[in-house]
């Protein structure tokens, strides 16, 4: 992963750094490098993840799914954490098998997807690290449910992922259902490199040792410096631009096959940096897609965000046919990554041309190895941002709130929170 500042340099943007104001804020990396590097090494919850090149099985992983290997379809039940990092590297790489995800419970979706698959050559994966979130075992229980319905023995065609305690643990051990454990230490947000993320990438046709040597190789250059360590030139960067006045952090891939990669940061982002008031919001958006929609915001609205540009250097590219069509031969002999790689750098300019900060991250191609690589970059990125600001990275007790009082609204126990819903404030317009 390379990371450019340029753009993020007050020469250029406002908020913007100056190069004193960076080397000061290189002293603090130096220091949050330190506290990170003592976390991994005591393998403390959270940073136990930034350890997970070296720690993952990939052949037990392997293992654990080859039953599966000949299913046409595969269907993770999970969500946030549990389902987001599977459907980055399923949706960011060419597959074998057609991956679905389950991680909403909205009724004529969960109906439209089960009517549509082949459910007796359906493997199902049930991805919770608690074992207990209410829409997981929710849409499981109506998964298996719609096998038994047509005669498939769910029992059969179902794998669990989740930690050693909870009701999914107890389930998977009354029904005797083969189980991948989660590992101690890894939130969910973080667990893309772990059994959570490579289960369902084994059974896609990934190459598993790949993508944990990409990762290998961003935690190399993870260093007290972050003139050498990109991840945490991201990370420190996006930390002091928010300190400066930019709450949004725009994630705009140029490419398609890196949409659920913005989806993913989100929740990274959003679930790990948001605590005490603080907080840097992200938005997803495509490139060049929302070029023709979100990017008039960008610069020409406020000055209170970052867009992050992120691009392949390589890919499988696409010739634009000749034409002798008044004023379109300018396109023919070029090629569809050409063009996209035109509208990548013209953003670029033209958000350093209004002064709007901007950060250029690049991967070579979009294969297992890079994959690896951004993904641990980005999680680096966000420990050391967390560390900077001195919030709780690896909790999410605003979540657990809203959990709690869903849960005590349908009758699962006796919960505080579920009270305000019956205190809400109304104000009805009809
Ligand atoms: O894996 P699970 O325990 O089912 O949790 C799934 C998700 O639940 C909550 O919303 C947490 O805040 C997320 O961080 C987590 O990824």
Known sequence: MRVDLGNALSEVADPGLTSTELDELDERVADAHERIQRGRE????????????????????????????????????????????????????????????????????????????????????????????????????????????????????TFVTTGEEGNLRRLAEKEDLPALSVPDGVPGRFSVLSTVGLACAAICGHDLDAILAGASDEADRLAGSLYESPAYAYGATSYALEERGAGVNAVMPYAESLETFAEWFAQLWAESLGKDGRGQTPARALGATDQHSQLQLYRAGPHDKMVTLVRPEER????????DLDGLSYLGGSSLGELLDAEFEATEASLAAASQPNVRVEIDRIDERSLGELLYGMEA???????????STFTQPAVEWGKKAARGLLGGGDFEEADAVAEKTTLTVE
């Open 316 to 323: 499988a590219d696409r010739e634009i046919p000749e034409t």
């Open 42 to 157: 005591d393998a403390e919850h959270g940073y136990a993840a930034l350890n997970l090149p070296d720690t993952a099985d990939p052949d037990a992983i392997r293992a654990a799914v080859e039953p599966f290997a000949d299913a046409d379809a595969l269907v993770t039940v999970g969500i946030g954490g549990s389902a987001l990092g599977a459907a980055t590297l399923a949706n960011g790489l060419p597959s074998e098998t057609d991956a679905y995800f389950l991680d909403n419970v909205d009724p004529e979706h969960v109906t439209r997807l089960l009517d549509s698959l082949p459910l007796d050559s359906t493997a199902v994966n049930v991805v919770s690290r608690s074992g207990t979130t209410a829409e997981t075992l929710a849409n499981f229980l109506v998964v298996r449910e719609a096998m038994a319905d047509v005669g498939v023995d769910w029992t059969d065609r």
């Open 381 to 391: 990125a966000c420990v050391v941002y967390g560390e900077l600001a001195d919030v």
